[in-house]
């Protein structure tokens, strides 16, 4: 997920299987957003409701200089 639509919505991938995409979002019930990273991601998402500080930080901590193997293993 390209990083300023990520913080722009609040929204961080967490897991996938060969269906879905699991994306922690600070508002999953807006329909708009889920489509929009749902074309992104080019994959069904499953909206998992999470506290909009605790996103921004995991993707502050993503989205590091020095954590190239963190962006890999979490948006991958």
């Known amino acids: 997920m390209p990083r300023r639509l990520a913080y722009y919505h609040l929204a961080l991938p967490i897991a996938y299987d060969e269906d879905y995409i699991a994306v922690a979002m600070a508002h999953p019930d807006n329909q708009t957003v889920v489509k929009v990273l749902e074309a992104v991601l080019g994959a069904a998402i499953t909206p998992v409701r999470s506290d909009a500080e605790e996103i921004k930080r995991s993707l502050d901590y993503v989205w590091q200089e020095d954590n ?5 293993s979490v948006l991958f």
């Open 68 to 72: 190239e193997a963190v962006i890999s």
